[in-house]
């Protein structure tokens, strides 16, 4: 057949097996040429199950361009073996922003600041238009995000809730946060007297807070002090002595260490050391005429007790020691009186037991009784003024969801003098320290204290004092913070003289950063005595800055 054009015959039964193969190509041409079909060398071409077999590889339409050639011709590809395999599609990843993750998991959503743009979700089915769709971020493993089996779990970070509060500085095993505040402003009647003098006037107020960062037991020292000094001096009146000093400068302090022991998981020993400087508040029938200046009053003392609980209920005693004494008197005259007769010791002891009723409430009972011994027996008025005395009340500690935190009480306190000229001191208790969070912006707080005081006033016992406030502080941007309290008090001075006591007061802080803060306050004060021309009405209006660290 080679070399010649010989018709085909298509039933010669002297065909080879190879020849059989071509038979639907013969068949093709067959149709093409019903007359004549002519012979063709057979080559690999033909045999290529590929499409257009017949023409050349470099004329086919559908050959591989000169690009796709090179990229075949470049570097191959890595080996696999022994590596681990990626899908590219990260284990507990989805398309969607919310429901369920590949693992069964709740998706957790970004928390967002009002006003923030809201993030484009980035994944698999979403990548990002910077990120290849292969190039999909891995989690981070196990063990950094603490998901590993058998790890302790990681200590959470706990949230700031206020970025501009003094976070203090470590010593040692202390944390130290000291701050002070200087004042300047004006007061209408420094005074307190019934035909008001203003004076300019200046206030230092450092504070300084130490407490112990240990896994048991507890020190605490809180040390608060100030000093205010005016611009205006008071002369003797001439009509007789000036029932206000010539210099009214007040300094002021108050200390407190607190110290607690665990002895065992259920039973502590705390101890307290307090001490106090003050002066009589201006106003008060307890200050002599015609001094030059306030006598200071020197408070210290110590308490110290155990507290054991069983179970739910909370039991602890506590005993208790405090001296008071104060400097003498210096006159405008240059002559001196003394105030030993106001110089007393006071010894007594405190029981409280309180039960766990519910998370958030917890019921107390409290007794206290004391005696108060003077270091001299008869006062300037000749009186006795030894006493006994005590309280008992009941209340009730509140943490609900840290929204309403603090305690409140209600009782009956009662005092008993050695001299029989003297009355007994009697009446109803009440103290509060309430704190109510009425919305992340607003907070409410309410006071009350009760207390039985000492008195210079011939025939007087002493004086009962009851106080009450109510402060709202609203914080009108996270760094301004705007405050009004209102307040009123009474003080009985055994029936000879009642006085009441009103103020209202406005103020207003801002912070600059955690190191320093402006502050602006309004207040004015009113009382009301019993007393004919004991009525005093003040305005002070003050300005100030604060630097803590």
Not at 174 to 186: D, M, P, R, S
Not at 435 to 458: P, Q
Not at 464 to 492: C, M, P
Request: proline share 7%; with cysteine.
């Amino acid at each position: 057949m080679q070399g010649s054009q010989q018709p085909v015959r298509l039933w010669d039964h002297r065909w080879r097996a190879p020849e059989w193969r071509a038979l639907p190509v013969c068949a093709l041409l067959a149709l093409c040429h019903p007359s004549i079909a002519f012979a063709q060398s057979l080559t690999p071409d033909m045999l290529s199950p590929t499409q257009g077999g017949f023409a050349p590889r470099d004329q086919s339409l559908l050959r591989r361009t000169a690009q796709a050639d090179d990229n075949s011709r470049g570097t191959p590809a890595p080996s696999r073996i022994g590596t681990i395999p990626t899908y590219g599609i990260p284990p507990a990843s989805g398309a969607s922003e919310s429901g369920f993750d590949s693992l069964n998991r709740v998706r957790k959503k970004p928390k967002l600041y009002p006003g923030a743009p809201k993030p484009k979700f980035v994944g698999p089915g979403n990548p990002s238009p910077s990120t290849p769709r292969a190039r999909v971020a891995a989690p981070v493993s196990p063990s950094v995000a603490g998901t590993l089996p058998g790890q302790p779990p990681r200590r959470r970070l706990k949230l700031d809730d206020d970025p501009f509060a003094n976070v203090g500085f470590h010593s040692g095993a202390f944390l130290t946060k000291a701050a002070v505040e200087l004042w300047g402003g004006y007061d209408t009647n420094p005074g307190r007297m019934n035909q008001p003098k203003g004076s300019a006037f200046y206030r230092v107020a450092p504070e300084l807070l130490i407490a112990s960062d240990w896994k048991r037991h507890s020190l605490i020292a809180d040390l608060r002090g100030s000093f205010t000094g005016y611009g205006t001096t008071f002369p003797p009146g001439i009509d007789g002595p000036s029932p206000v000093p010539t210099s009214i400068n007040a300094p002021n302090f108050n200390g407190r260490i607190n110290g607690r022991i665990d002895a065992t998981r259920d039973t502590r020993i705390n101890t307290e050391l307090r001490m106090r400087v003050f002066t009589d508040n201006p106003g008060s029938p307890n200050i002599q005429a015609g001094l030059t200046k306030y006598p200071l009053a020197t408070a210290i003392g110590g308490t110290a007790g155990i507290e054991h609980d069983f179970n739910r209920l909370q039991v602890s005693v506590a005993g208790l020691a405090d001296r008071t004494t104060y400097q003498q008197s210096m006159l405008t005259d240059g002559t001196s009186t003394t105030n030993d007769d106001r110089n007393y010791n006071q010894f007594g002891g405190l029981a409280r037991v309180s039960y766990d009723l519910m998370p958030g409430l917890k019921p107390f009972g409290e007794f206290a009784a004391d005696t108060r011994l003077h270091d001299v027996k008869f006062d300037r008025s000749t009186y006795q003024r030894d006493s006994n005395g005590g309280y008992v009340k009941a209340g009730s500690t509140f943490e609900f969801s840290r929204l309403l935190t603090g305690e409140a009480a209600v009782g009956y306190s009662l005092r008993t003098y050695r001299d029989p000229r003297l009355s007994d001191m009697k009446g109803l208790l009440t103290s509060a320290s309430l704190i109510w969070t009425a919305t992340g912006l607003t907070t409410v707080r309410f006071d009350a204290t009760s207390s039985i005081g000492e008195t210079t006033l011939a025939g007087v016992s002493g004086v009962i004092s009851r106080d009450y406030s109510l402060q709202v502080d609203h914080a009108f941007r996270r760094w301004l913070i705007g405050t009004a309290k209102v307040g009123t008090g009474t003080s009985d001075y055994d029936g000879t003289r009642f006085d009441k006591r009103y103020f209202v007061e406005g103020g207003l802080v801002y912070k600059l950063s955690r190191t320093f803060q402006l502050k602006a306050q309004v207040r004015h004060d009113w009382l009301d005595s019993s007393i004919t021309g004991a009525n005093s009405a003040s305005t002070v209006v003050m300005l100030g800055i604060r630097v803590q660290r």
